[in-house]
């Protein structure tokens, strides 16, 4: 099955900095990888998501990149706020029919104001 | 327009014992995916549930098992518990499609404690 690795595990930085993300994965057969955003007391929101025939697409301040060759991917958020402090979660996806995601580890951001 | 619901938010029960837990899917979504999140780790998928049948199934023991109910509810049993079975509980809906893909929406999870 999919396996999905995450680093680093916690991240600090300061307000206005760059955050960096980055995940890999195992399975060719992933084309979707969708990244969520975790806080206390909220249900994990879709953040931002790209498919596989896409190497890059970007949000305002969030950007995510996809090599599929070397099969990583990674989430680069720019002028960081506080309140982009919150778990991070990438994941991996078949598309069409029943999808199983697969997630990573997470990674606690912390922006420090 | 609700989205996703769980219930109850937080449970303490004993080993041994059995628990059942309850998710209602965002509006118009018709699939119901369950995860055990447990703390400082990323989600891990269970089971999946779309026209009231399991569809897919996770590495998770036969103690876990769920249901669906003709309006999209969902719920999620676990018996014989385990100390390590302690984790929030996540239920995400979304909408078959069969291509491309349907986004997965998150209840807030429930928090089960086993002593």
């Known amino acids: 099955g999919e396996n999905v690795e995450q680093h680093p595990s916690t991240l600090s930085v300061q307000e206005g900095d760059s955050a960096v993300i980055k995940c890999t994965y195992s399975d060719s057969a992933s084309n979707y990888f969708p990244w969520y955003k975790q806080e206390l007391g909220k249900g994990s929101q879709l953040i931002i998501d790209?498919?596989?025939?896409?190497g890059e697409k970007k949000d305002q301040r969030i950007a995510v990149t996809l090599n599929k060759t070397a099969k990583h991917f990674s989430l680069h958020i720019t002028e960081t706020q506080p309140e982009d402090s919150a778990v991070y979660f990438c994941?991996?996806?078949?598309?069409?029919?029943?999808?199983?995601?697969?997630f990573g580890i997470g990674t606690k951001l912390q922006v420090i104001p | 327009d609700a989205g996703v619901t769980q219930s109850p938010t937080h449970l303490i029960k004993t080993r041994g014992q059995q628990v059942t837990l309850r998710c209602s899917p965002k509006?118009?979504?018709?699939?119901v995916s369950w995860y055990q999140q447990a703390l400082g780790q990323g989600p891990q998928f269970i089971f999946q549930?779309?026209?009231?049948?399991?569809?897919q199934r996770g590495n998770f023991p036969d103690r876990f098992s769920g249901h669906q109910f003709p309006n999209y509810s969902s719920e999620l049993n676990v018996n014989a518990l385990l100390l390590g079975d302690s984790a929030l509980y996540l239920c995400a809906s979304s909408l078959y499609m069969t291509s491309g893909v349907g986004e997965l929406f998150f209840g807030e999870g429930s928090r089960l404690t086993v002593l």
């Open positions: 994941a991996a996806s078949n598309s069409g029919g029943y999808q199983k995601v697969t």
């Open positions: 509006s118009g979504h018709d699939t």
């Open positions: 790209i498919r596989s025939n896409v």
């Open positions: 549930y779309y026209e009231e049948e399991e569809r």
